[in-house]
């Protein structure tokens, strides 16, 4: 395998990885926090389990960015992948960071919130949605600024060299 | 800037901080948050304080936790449901606590009271008996065994310690107080160090807040008694809180009056304003007792800007155990048909 190839897999693998490693945390503290209120007030499940998944999202950004990384290196196409030049690899690194990173950030700190969120819902059930699950969309709001750049450069700012016939 | 000038250091307004989150505690602390919608509001108590009598303030208690379990039973088993609601209480907390080191420091209150209680006896020459608490770190056995056999190296190191200062303070002019004052400084000098030692913000400033509000009673007590000239206030007053030893000796010597200017520039002096007026007025001390507890708990409130860690659970079992000792204060108070406005002035 090449050094481009190297580097292109390496973006696609850090966004993937780091933006997952961020929805496991965040979902992580979320999720202990819905388990301690719901171990005294089971009823209250419906309105947690938003708040839980939530952080999950970013994953699933940093999936979609390796996926269209692979996508464009004709990665699952006949004839396998495509001759990667060093500029085009460290293109796609750096097209993956800003997902990598943003991610991985506003998912840790969007379970902090779902967490406080979860506590708020405890005491004051009709605060869930308006105060719990919109101060977390907030957050959400700056890894899907980060998905839409890397998307940007990945679809519109990179020259993707032919496929192999 | 280290914890010991830290904690003599009023720079804050009304409540010290109560540090940071850990996010380990994201489970305890959400689970605590919910045990705490079962607790009573102070609209509870009200209804309790204004009702007609004993069984009535007792009804109020039906569909809560206290609940008795049939109607016209007896103020005995209702103290021994509130006993098993306290032992309940402090399981939650040690199960949920995951350092077992603040566990076991809260657990040391009941060894301290233990040993407060048989140093008494054995000092006065009464006998030991059998009536302690269970729930310290220090068995019952190794505790009888350490006492009847004069053996105090079987007691903890701190306990060995507050045992010999002790004896030799009440010795020195047979003044009973002497054992208050010097295991409660034992105990005031054991929490700080372990909270330091744990280097835990919310428990230095708890201690802290606590050594202040035991030297506003304290003060109070010896001005109201007028028996401050037969003890040594560096003895009596806690060192380690906020306040400095000295406000409250040279409180002593002013009158009523001029009590509270002296403590304007601390986070005491609403305290200390309405409990001496209170005091000098009608020869109380419960709305100094009721100052008190409201100052204490409004610091443990204030752990509601903690989304995880061991500052509210720690704040969940202190305020569980004022609010059983409440509980036993209004229900007391209707058993003996006290005027309800004295229960109102207690319980604020």
């Given at each position: 395998?090449?050094?481009?190839?190297?580097?292109?897999?390496?973006?696609?693998?850090?966004?993937?990885?780091?933006?997952?490693?961020?929805?496991?945390?965040?979902?992580?503290?979320?999720?202990?926090?819905?388990t301690?209120?719901?171990?005294?007030?089971?009823?209250?499940?419906?309105?947690?389990?938003?708040?839980?998944?939530?952080?999950?999202?970013?994953?699933?950004?940093?999936?979609?960015?390796?996926?269209?990384?692979?996508?464009?290196?004709?990665?699952?196409?006949?004839?396998?992948?495509?001759?990667?030049?060093?500029?085009?690899?460290?293109?796609?690194?750096?097209?993956?960071?800003?997902?990598?990173?943003?991610?991985?950030?506003?998912?840790?700190?969007?379970?902090?919130?779902?967490?406080?969120?979860?506590?708020?819902?405890?005491k004051?059930?009709?605060?869930?949605?308006?105060?719990?699950?919109?101060?977390?969309?907030m957050?959400?709001?700056?890894?899907?600024?980060?998905?839409?750049?890397?998307?940007?450069?990945?679809l519109?700012?990179?020259?993707?060299?032919?496929?192999?016939? | 800037?280290?914890?010991?000038?830290?904690?003599?250091?009023?720079?804050?307004?009304?409540?010290?901080?109560?540090?940071?989150?850990?996010?380990?505690?994201a489970?305890?602390?959400?689970?605590?948050?919910?045990?705490?919608?079962?607790?009573?509001?102070r609209?509870?108590?009200?209804?309790m304080?204004?009702?007609?009598?004993?069984?009535?303030?007792?009804?109020?208690?039906?569909?809560?936790?206290?609940?008795?379990?049939?109607?016209?039973?007896?103020f005995?088993?209702?103290?021994?449901?509130?006993?098993?609601?306290?032992?309940?209480?402090?399981?939650?907390?040690?199960?949920?606590?995951?350092?077992?080191?603040?566990?076991?420091?809260?657990?040391?209150?009941?060894?301290?009271?233990?040993?407060?209680l048989?140093?008494?006896?054995?000092?006065?020459?009464?006998?030991?008996?059998?009536?302690?608490?269970?729930?310290?770190?220090?068995?019952?056995d190794?505790?009888?065994?350490?006492?009847?056999?004069?053996?105090?190296e079987?007691?903890?190191?701190?306990?060995?310690?507050?045992?010999?200062?002790?004896?030799?303070?009440?010795?020195?002019?047979?003044d009973?107080?002497?054992?208050?004052?010097?295991?409660?400084?034992?105990?005031?000098?054991?929490?700080?160090k372990e909270?330091?030692?744990?280097?835990?913000?919310?428990?230095?400033?708890?201690?802290?807040?606590?050594?202040?509000?035991?030297?506003?009673?304290?003060?109070?007590?010896?001005?109201?008694?007028?028996?401050?000239?037969?003890?040594?206030?560096?003895?009596?007053?806690?060192?380690?809180?906020?306040?400095?030893?000295?406000?409250?000796?040279?409180?002593?010597?002013?009158?009523?009056?001029?009590?509270?200017?002296?403590?304007?520039?601390?986070?005491?002096?609403?305290?200390?304003?309405?409990?001496?007026?209170?005091?000098?007025?009608?020869?109380?001390?419960?709305?100094?007792?009721?100052?008190?507890?409201?100052?204490?708990?409004?610091?443990?409130?204030?752990?509601?800007?903690?989304?995880?860690?061991?500052?509210?659970?720690?704040?969940?079992?202190?305020?569980?155990?004022?609010?059983?000792?409440?509980?036993?204060?209004?229900?007391?108070?209707?058993?003996?048909?006290?005027?309800?406005?004295?229960?109102?002035?207690?319980?604020?």
């Amino acid at each position: 395998m090449d050094y481009g190839m190297t580097l292109a897999f390496v973006g696609a693998g850090l966004a993937a990885l780091m933006a997952g490693i961020g929805s496991a945390i965040g979902i992580g503290i979320a999720g202990r926090s819905a388990t301690g209120v719901l171990s005294e007030k089971p009823e209250r499940y419906g309105q947690m389990f938003i708040m839980v998944v939530l952080p999950g999202t970013q994953g699933f950004y940093g999936f979609l960015a390796a996926f269209l990384v692979m996508l464009n290196l004709n990665f699952f196409g006949e004839g396998g992948a495509m001759d990667v030049s060093v500029k085009l690899g460290w293109q796609v690194l750096a097209a993956c960071l800003p997902i990598a990173f943003a991610g991985m950030m506003s998912a840790i700190h969007q379970g902090k919130v779902c967490s406080g969120g979860i506590l708020m819902a405890a005491k004051r059930p009709e605060m869930a949605f308006k105060a719990g699950v919109v101060y977390a969309v907030m957050v959400e709001v700056y890894a899907v600024l980060g998905l839409l750049v890397t998307m940007f450069i990945l679809l519109k700012g990179i020259n993707w060299p032919t496929p192999p016939a | 800037m280290n914890n010991e000038q830290r904690t003599t250091n009023l720079d804050f307004y009304t409540y010290p901080s109560v540090g940071t989150d850990d996010w380990c505690y994201a489970f305890e602390t959400a689970r605590v948050r919910a045990l705490e919608l079962q607790m009573f509001t102070r609209a509870a108590f009200l209804d309790m304080a204004n009702a007609e009598n004993f069984e009535q303030a007792a009804d109020l208690l039906s569909g809560t936790e206290y609940a008795l379990p049939g109607p016209g039973e007896d103020f005995v088993q209702l103290e021994s449901i509130l006993l098993l609601r306290r032992t309940a209480a402090r399981k939650i907390f040690s199960d949920l606590m995951r350092q077992k080191s603040i566990a076991e420091l809260f657990k040391t209150r009941d060894d301290f009271a233990n040993l407060r209680l048989a140093l008494r006896r054995t000092l006065t020459e009464k006998p030991l008996l059998n009536d302690y608490s269970d729930e310290g770190n220090v068995s019952l056995d190794l505790f009888e065994q350490a006492f009847t056999e004069d053996n105090y190296e079987l007691l903890p190191t701190y306990m060995q310690q507050a045992v010999e200062q002790a004896v030799l303070a009440y010795y020195q002019n047979k003044d009973i107080r002497q054992i208050d004052f010097v295991i409660d400084s034992f105990q005031a000098d054991y929490n700080l160090k372990e909270a330091r030692r744990l280097k835990s913000v919310f428990l230095i400033d708890l201690f802290g807040i606590q050594n202040d509000l035991t030297g506003i009673r304290t003060m109070l007590r010896l001005k109201f008694t007028e028996s401050h000239s037969n003890v040594r206030p560096e003895q009596v007053f806690l060192k380690g809180g906020f306040v400095e030893p000295e406000l409250f000796e040279q409180a002593l010597e002013l009158g009523y009056e001029s009590l509270a200017p002296l403590f304007f520039a601390t986070p005491y002096y609403r305290i200390v304003e309405a409990g001496a007026s209170y005091l000098a007025s009608e020869k109380s001390f419960l709305r100094a007792e009721q100052q008190c507890d409201e100052h204490l708990t409004g610091f443990l409130k204030s752990t509601l800007q903690i989304t995880a860690g061991p500052q509210p659970i720690v704040a969940f079992l202190l305020m569980k155990e004022n609010e059983i000792r409440n509980v036993r204060l209004v229900l007391t108070a209707k058993k003996n048909n006290l005027d309800t406005k004295l229960i109102q002035d207690r319980i604020g």
